[in-house]
T-cell receptor, first 110, second 113 residues
């Protein structure tokens, strides 16, 4: 399984866009990029996933570079409730086996 | 739809005992995965079940086992508990084995004394 590298922590001002980077330089052609987040004391929450193209849903946007070696999760207007640990995961298929790294702790500040 | 439910939410056991945790997936979901979360190791995959069959297994000792019933509900069992088994155990479900999104439950907090 490809490994991911994320910054340990990031801060973002409330109302501003939060851009969370992820490096996955050893990603294979059939591996998807997933993003989950975990708000304190809750189970992880699915945010978005993608293979090659940029993706957008009601929660966030996912930008994947053309070589697929990195991606960025964008929360367009961060709120205090977006404070959480964000996990970037690559998976060779859509199995139920997700390999979580340490993630990025995003602190949204007023 | 109701979300993934896990019972019990909190549990205290003694070393050497065994424990069974239960997970009810979202209605209609057929795949259930289990994860262990500890401060030191983070979130680690335990196993995945689909149609009552284990499809994937993580790197955990044989003391950790699971099963899935015909109604997709799942249980995991840990025998001969050790102090290091203290953790948050999370269950996740998805509609089918090929589905992309996993939906996690709130977890069961197990404390081994």
């Amino acid at each position: 399984d490809a490994k991911t590298t994320q910054p340990t922590s990031m801060d973002c001002a409330e109302g501003r866009a939060a851009n969370l980077p992820c490096n996955h330089s050893t990603i294979s052609g059939n591996e998807y990029v997933y993003w989950y987040r975990q708000i304190h004391s809750q189970g992880p929450q699915y945010i978005i996933h993608g293979l090659k193209n940029n993706e957008t849903n009601e929660m966030a946007s996912l930008i994947i570079t053309e070589d697929r070696k990195s991606s960025t999760l964008i929360l367009p207007h961060a709120t205090l409730r977006d404070t959480a640990v964000y996990y970037c995961i690559v998976d060779p298929s859509n199995t139920g086996k997700l390999i979580f790294g340490q993630g990025t702790t995003l602190q949204v500040k007023p | 739809k109701a979300g993934v439910t896990q019972t019990p939410r909190y549990l205290i056991k003694t070393r050497g005992q065994q424990v069974t945790l239960s997970c009810s997936p979202i209605s209609g979901h057929r795949s259930v995965s289990w994860y262990q979360q500890t401060p030191g190791q983070g979130l680690q995959f335990l196993f995945e079940y689909f149609s009552e069959t284990q499809r994937n297994k993580g790197n955990f000792p044989g003391r950790f086992s699971g099963r899935q019933f015909s109604n997709s509900r799942s249980e995991m069992n840990v025998s001969t508990l050790e102090l290091g088994d203290s953790a948050l155990y999370l269950c996740a479900s998805k509609a089918n084995q090929g589905s992309y999104e996993q939906y996690f439950g709130p977890g069961t907090r197990l404390t081994v004394t």
